[in-house]
């Protein structure tokens, strides 16, 4: 009777030791083979420390879309020229084409990148202000008279020297600066916007004098524009 029951329960167990290797054994491989959404996300998602501490990624001057132009087709910025942003990127284009325009002496295209009435009066100082009578309105130049005095302000040193103008004969005008002729320049700017300035000097043909002209840029509705000339001599009277 007593052999009987231990070979029952000797087989009973047996059974149990079966199913439980069977259930360890299904089990492990469907963990192994799991390819799930949620497992794989959890797999590759970095660690929350190392993440902190990874460095970030700096964009490599020149490889994004803010080098609109290469610098082997146009100067690069100076010193002088501090400004970022759209503003400096924006004049960068204008100027390499104004210097293409004024090169090909392309006329209908450098009327579109003036802006009237143009200021050409010589260039006044504060000093100038408190010493003497400065017309600010005389050196005006609208767009119906402007072929009048086309001549006058790219002329022949304009067209020779302004297409090979490098970064040293530019500069940004303070946006803060006091200087009464850059103040009133500034009143047909887009507000905030940067203004600029290519100012070129070399001598005369007898060599005895220097001379120099030079063009201020601003952005005007949301374009730059030659917005002011002075050099040596007026262009008008």
Known sequence: MLSRLYIILFGYGFLLGVHACRNAGGTGSADAGNDSPAAVAALVAPDKDSAAAAPAVTPVAGTGTGSAVSSRQQPSVPAELQSSGSDEREFRVFFSGFRQAVKQQNDGLLLDMLYFPLQTAQQWTNDDLKNMQIDRESGKVNRQEFNSYR????????????????????????????????????????????????????????????NYFAFVFGRVSGHYKVIGYYAKWPVKG
């Open 151 to 210: 001549q006058h302000i790219f002329n022949r040193d304009v067209r020779r020297l302004l297409p090979a103008a490098d970064e040293d004969a530019l500069s940004e005008i303070d946006v803060g600066g006091s200087e009464d002729y850059y103040k009133m320049l500034r009143k047909c700017t887009d507000k905030g916007s940067k203004m600029y300035e290519v100012y070129m000097q070399y001598p005369e043909k007898n060599g005895g004098a220097e």
